[in-house]
């Protein structure tokens, strides 16, 4: 199968640093790409690149469209969790959910399956209320919303407990299976994935 | 027609980046010195000593050589700070970003001796230091804009996300500012008649008139020099980690 | 010819305002030409002490 | 189903209004504010009649000013936080869209309580009944202007004190300030005062594109 992204050549250089140099990888369906790092090592950076909220990087990132041509836009369905989650304090966890599906119209019986998939129950009340780790758990839950070509996830794996990142994994797993991949960023190596990409410019 | 566009855009750029910029920069620097201040001199002694004497105003209206130029500098050195932004927006281009910077501080002191020379200038003739005219209301907004610009600018430690940062301003600026001007000019007609302008001689002689133009002219130059040497220590400070700073200004080999 | 030199200063009265004008003028322009001198001055001393 | 322009500002709209009144402040202190500083001139200065009336104008214009820029500065700096900005801006969606959705929102929130309390200080300030009629419209246009006006401010000093942003702001407000002031003032002296309500709503048709636009690049200048 082609590749749905690829990126050739992409370095960045921020200030004096160079955060990264010539980074080459494919993005394949149904696999994964884990990004390791320190702080500030550019994680952050390179996943904004792919994305086009910024535009700073040198280099070429092709994308497959549906045609199974690639072209420098992006055509496939991506979904993005930067570091913050994205949650609204003053929205209801059912209402969040609403809010992210709002481009691709999802029915209310999706919404509550996806919240219940990652163990969160009471549907109705507000983000302000709930731990942060409730507040992952909704933010894993809007994975499941649609099926995604791509995520780019900002360090999944930070802050959680061990059962919540067993759920992490299994669900990347069953994502994986249906054709979805993952560019997930951490500071260090996680099981869900070989295919690792080491961002260590020395400062 | 193209190709040309773009070869004179790559020109441009490669003048543009740092090492050669601080190269050729070097080279005129001395020559721009001499020019500028012999101008500037010149002008100002011309205007100050040996233009006729006003018969309204008396000698005090010589300061119109030193206000006069210092306001026009103030203004189109807002212009030019627009376009540099206009040009760091699109082009991406990272010297119209630090022109941008380094001219904001010019432009913010011939805005303030601009309007400090209209106060003084102001006592003599109106009999008080301050007066709500038309003009130096909008030149005093100038200047707050100015400071806005700066104190953006110093605020973010991103330099070169500070420099898109105020280029976005200064375009915002450039629209609002003729806005700024008319809507004063109404004001002033609207609550009192305008009694008070700042040329009292409306038909100035060709001897008044010549040395005012050189003085406008080796204001431009001093600006120019001082935009230059502003620059080069911008460049040098950002890129104080780079070799070839070690090698250009320091003449190190490391 | 020193009372010549002071009529021109003196302006009739008027040069107080003129020659505070261009002191004003003088004065800020010197201190933009001396900050930038000042900055490269320093960056340039800095490397200089770092280089031996 | 595929979304369109009107759904992506509805949605953006019917989101911060929901979450602007489940959280009662954003409206209410706005308001108190600027009904804090209308009633200080009387005490301040005098509360001579004649006086308040040639004042108040330029008091309430002020007051407005100052208002809704104070409330402005949060307009992205919560999305920015939690990340709903990101989302935002990577989708396809057009993003000054979003901005004007927001701005507007902000709007409603704040500068339509103003517009309310403005008729109120009109009673305090003794403004003849005459001159409410162009305050209340040039306090429409002005307020939103200031609004956009403050957008962009905001967007440019994200997760800097506001303070910063009101340097930003303040200089660039003077026309809707004068021309504000001018349309009242000439409406208490029984003159024309469609001419300055008929440039503001051109400054506003202008910057509406012209500063949403901007405000896009200045957000997006905070992820560099």
């Known amino acids: 199968m082609l590749p749905k992204l690829k990126v050739s050549n992409l370095s960045c250089r921020r200030a004096d640093n160079q955060l990264f140099d010539d980074l080459n990888f494919e993005v394949h369906p149904g696999q994964n790409i884990e990004i390791i790092g320190s702080n500030g090592s550019g994680k952050t950076t390179l996943l904004r690149i792919l994305l086009g909220l910024i535009d700073i990087g040198n280099g070429e990132m092709e994308w497959l469209d549906n045609e199974n041509n690639y072209n420098n836009f992006r055509s496939i369905d991506c979904f993005y969790q930067g570091h913050s989650l994205g949650i609204k304090n003053l929205l209801s966890a059912q209402e969040n959910l609403r809010l992210s599906s709002y481009s691709f119209g999802v029915s209310e019986e999706k919404i509550l399956s996806s919240l219940n998939r990652v163990g969160i129950n009471n549907h109705s009340s507000f983000a302000s209320e709930m731990s942060v780790g409730q507040k992952k758990r909704i933010s894993i839950a809007r994975w499941l919303l649609k099926d995604f070509g791509i995520y780019f996830i900002d360090e999944p794996f930070s802050a959680l407990d061990d059962q919540a990142s067993s759920l992490i994994v299994e669900i990347i797993e069953e994502l994986n299976a249906k054709g979805a991949s993952f560019v997930i960023t951490g500071h260090r190596p996680s099981e869900i994935t070989s295919n690792q990409i080491t961002l260590d410019h020395e400062v | 027609m193209n190709k040309i566009w773009n070869y004179i855009k790559d020109w441009f750029i490669e003048m543009g980046s740092p090492p050669l910029f601080f190269k050729w920069s070097s080279k005129i620097l001395p020559w721009l010195l001499f020019i500028s201040i012999t101008v500037f001199i010149v002008g100002l002694l011309w205007g100050l000593f040996y233009s006729p004497t006003d018969y309204k105003q008396g000698d005090v209206y010589r300061i119109i050589y030193i206000h006069v130029p210092s306001a026009i500098l103030g203004q189109s050195i807002f212009m030019f700070m627009a376009i540099c932004g206009f040009i760091t927006m699109v082009w991406r281009v990272k010297i119209s970003g630090m022109l941008l910077k380094s001219a904001a501080p010019i432009g913010a002191s011939f805005t303030l001796i601009a309007l400090l020379t209209g106060s003084i200038w102001g006592k003599p003739t109106w009999g008080t230091w301050w007066v709500w005219d038309a003009r130096l209301t909008s030149t005093l907004i100038l200047f707050f804009i100015y400071a806005a610009i700066i104190g953006l600018h110093s605020s973010i430690d991103n330099k070169t996300k500070a420099d898109r940062a105020i280029s976005i301003l200064s375009l915002v600026g450039i629209a609002i500012i003729p806005i700024i001007k008319k809507s004063v000019d109404w004001w002033q007609t609207l609550h009192q008649p305008s009694t008070f302008s700042l040329t009292s001689a409306p038909s100035m002689t060709p001897d008044m008139y010549q040395p005012l133009l050189l003085c406008v002219l080796g204001f431009y130059l001093i600006f120019a020099l001082l935009l230059t040497m502003n620059l080069r220590a911008e460049v040098v400070i950002r890129e104080k980690n780079r070799s070839w700073v070690s090698k250009q200004f320091l003449n190190l080999e490391r | 010819m020193i009372e010549q030199i002071s009529t021109i200063i003196s302006m009739d009265g008027n040069g107080l305002y003129v020659w505070s004008c261009l002191f004003i003028l003088f004065f800020i322009i010197g201190i933009n030409i001396y900050l930038p001198n000042r900055k490269l001055n320093r960056i340039y001393k800095e490397n200089k002490a770092k280089a031996q | ?224």
């Not at chain 4, 469609?194 to 636009?213: D, E, K, R, T, Y």
């Open chain 4, 1 to 224: 189903m595929k979304s369109n322009i009107y759904n992506w500002f509805f949605l953006i709209l019917r989101r911060d209004l929901l979450m602007a009144f489940r959280r009662s402040s954003t409206y209410i202190t706005p308001l108190i504010f600027f009904l804090i500083v209308i009633s200080f001139f009387p005490i301040a200065l005098s509360p001579d009649q004649d006086f308040l009336r040639s004042l108040a104008p330029g008091v309430i214009w002020i007051a407005a000013l100052l208002s809704s820029l104070l409330a402005i500065e949060t307009i992205f700096s919560e999305d920015f936080r939690d990340g709903t900005l990101d989302e935002f801006f990577i989708s396809n969606d057009p993003s000054f869209v979003l901005v004007f959705a927001k701005v507007l929102c902000h709007w409603l929130v704040t500068g339509f309580p103003i517009l309310l309390a403005s008729l109120i200080s009109s009673l305090i300030l003794y403004l003849p009944v005459s001159s409410l009629l162009p305050m209340i419209c040039s306090l429409i246009l002005g307020t939103f202007f200031m609004s956009l006006l403050g957008a962009i401010g905001a967007a440019l000093s994200l997760g800097k004190s506001a303070i910063l942003s009101a340097i930003i702001v303040l200089p660039f407000s003077i026309p809707t300030l004068l021309m504000g002031t001018a349309a009242v003032s000439s409406a208490i002296d029984y003159q024309d005062y469609s001419g300055f309500l008929l440039i503001m709503g051109a400054m506003l048709a202008i910057g509406v594109p012209g500063l949403c636009l901007l405000t896009v690049e200045a957000i997006l200048l905070n992820y560099e």
